[in-house]
């Protein structure tokens, strides 16, 4: 009987190769700069700040869940509905739908850095070596 569930995932080496994660430029470019992005847009009035992150935040959303598709890189079936979140977090409290305390930026900064703190541990690492 042929298995026809095992021949749709892909191999442990083209998953390797597949994986987003694994070149550290992809990592960069695809997380990294708009990690950054929406740590300059801090600096930014309000309205500004809160379209960059969204845009930021939908970007790495859509990014992880491709790149879970592509290689089932178990970490991304988590962060990329994260981030989708965060990015609908942050799209309500810029329509004024949620109040988000005194500090709002602050309160979601701390969320977005909890929620993506392996990704970091991953840049660093890859920097590393």
Same mark, same amino acid.
């Given at each position: 009987m042929k298995d026809d569930h095992a021949a749709a995932e892909p191999a442990t080496a083209d998953c390797a190769k597949l994986d987003w994660v694994s070149g550290r430029f992809t990592l960069a470019g695809v997380w990294g700069v708009p990690?950054? @992005?929406?740590?300059?847009?801090?600096?930014?009035?309000? @309205?500004?700040?809160?379209?960059?992150?969204?845009?930021?935040?939908?970007?790495?959303?859509?990014a992880c869940i491709a790149n879970a598709r592509r290689c089932g890189r178990t970490h991304c079936h988590y962060t990329g509905p994260f981030f989708l979140g965060m990015a609908v977090l942050v799209t309500a409290y810029a329509l004024g739908i949620v109040s988000l305390g005194n500090q709002p930026w602050l309160l979601l900064a701390v969320v977005f850095g909890a929620g993506n703190q392996h990704r970091l541990h991953l840049a660093l690492s890859a920097t590393l070596t």
């Open positions: 990690a950054m @992005a929406m740590l300059l847009a801090l600096l930014l009035e309000p @309205a500004p700040r809160a379209i960059v992150w969204i845009v930021m935040l939908a970007w790495m959303g859509c």
